[in-house]
Every structure is written in structure tokens, then in C-alpha cells.
T-cell receptor, first 110, second 114 residues
């Protein structure tokens, strides 16, 4: 069983929709939770990270962590075609290695 | 924006050839990493370094080797390329005291071995 599970998609939404991306994990020692955005033919770009449980907001993006359920989410409000990319969740205990999900491909149509 | 560079961006090469994938960063980061990414699969750590003359193997077994002679440079070498080495290779870096969550990635090298 993988430590981090993520639906690969693709997830297709119209422009302006609210997007919800999710990951589940099995290791209760994870403390840091990241979301990366990866455009085609590019490297991953860190969008935001959250320490422990709770919410974090940055513009149109909101990250949520529910450690009791071992479930993390990324919400994108007012989605734009430029948001079309693969979104990778990743997590770590802190200074140890990053463990990645497989990524969810998001397509936002005009 | 992170300043980490990888060359070449794309490489198609025949079986048995020796190849070196280059990775350089201008941020003075001590920690550097190599990941392998296949389509639809998660990133896997194959090598990392915590500073000059420090190299370690990651979780995913790899036939590649790395060296760290200069802080800014972390090349990856395959002595004899095989079709099974076809993949995307991503380099990343972070400051020494930074947590694993503060890694910055390069654009990647897409390698195809025919």
C-alpha cells in the first residue's frame, strides 16, 4: 500500500468553478503537507505548505489538513485555464524525505 | 523564483552510451536531490547530497551515480544507458537547515534511451 494516495484524474472543470483536490495518507508521523503545481514539461513548483492540521489560504488557493482523518485538500476558487496543470501533494515528517502522491491532472476549460 | 538549471532538457540516446545529466543552482544551497518521475507515478528520490563530497542513495534503486565536487553543481551519470532508464529526471535543492518541505525544483531532463 502506498503511503500517499492521490486520484490521477483527469479532473475537467469549466472556468470559474471551485476545484477540490485531495490526498490521503497512512503515516501519522507526517507533519508538513505540501502542494506542488507542475505544468507540462516543467518541474514542480511549490504552491503552499501547511504544518500540522488546519487551513492556510493564499489568494485563490486554500489548503486544508485533517490529521485525524489523514486527509488533505487543496481548493482553487474561480479556476482559470492557466490553472490547468498536474497538482502533486507531498508530505514529510520534517527533515526527512518528501513522499509524493502520483498527482492529479486538472483541466480548466474556457 | 528558484534559480536551478538542468541540461539538457531533452535527450534521446542509444543503448550503451554514457550520459551525464547536469544540474546547477545559484542559490548557494547545500542540499541537492535527484528524483525520477515516470508518467502517472509519484516522484522517487534516487540520490541526495548534504554538501560537497557528500552523496547518498535515495529510496529508489538506481544504476546512476552522482558527484558533488562544487556546492552549486550536482551531476548525475549513467555509465551505460538502457531503455529502462527512460524517464524524467528532476533535480532539486534546499538550504542546509531547511526542512524537506523547502525544496526547489529544476525544469527536469526528459531522457529517452532507444
Amino acid at each position: 500500500q502506498k503511503e500517499v494516495e492521490q486520484d490521477p484524474g483527469p479532473l475537467s472543470v469549466p472556468e470559474g468553478a471551485i476545484v477540490s483536490l485531495n490526498c490521503t495518507y497512512s503515516n501519522s508521523a507526517f507533519q508538513y503537507f505540501m502542494w506542488y503545481r507542475q505544468y507540462s514539461r516543467k518541474g514542480p513548483e511549490l504552491l503552499m505548505y501547511t504544518y500540522s492540521s488546519g487551513n492556510k489560504e493564499d489568494g485563490r488557493f486554500t489548503a486544508q489538513v485533517d490529521k485525524s482523518s489523514k486527509y488533505i485538500s487543496l481548493f482553487i476558487r474561480d479556476s482559470q485555464p492557466s490553472d490547468s496543470a498536474t497538482y502533486l501533494c507531498a508530505m514529510t515528517t520534517g527533515f526527512q524525505k518528501l513522499v509524493f502522491g502520483t498527482g492529479t491532472r486538472l483541466l480548466v476549460s474556457p | 523564483e528558484a534559480d536551478i538549471y538542468q541540461t539538457p532538457r531533452y535527450l534521446v540516446i542509444g543503448t550503451g552510451k554514457k550520459i551525464t545529466l547536469e544540474c546547477s543552482q545559484t542559490m548557494g544551497h547545500d542540499k541537492m536531490y535527484w528524483y525520477q518521475q515516470d508518467p502517472g507515478m509519484e516522484l522517487h528520490l534516487i540520490h541526495y547530497s548534504y554538501g560537497v563530497n557528500s552523496t547518498e542513495k535515495g529510496d529508489l534503486s538506481s544504476e546512476s551515480t552522482v558527484s558533488r565536487i562544487r556546492t552549486e553543481h550536482f551531476p548525475l551519470t549513467l555509465e551505460s544507458a538502457r531503455p529502462s532508464h527512460t524517464s524524467q529526471y528532476l533535480c532539486a535543492s534546499s538550504e542546509y537547515w531547511a526542512g524537506a518541505y523547502e525544496q526547489y525544483f529544476g525544469p527536469g531532463t526528459r531522457l529517452t534511451v532507444t
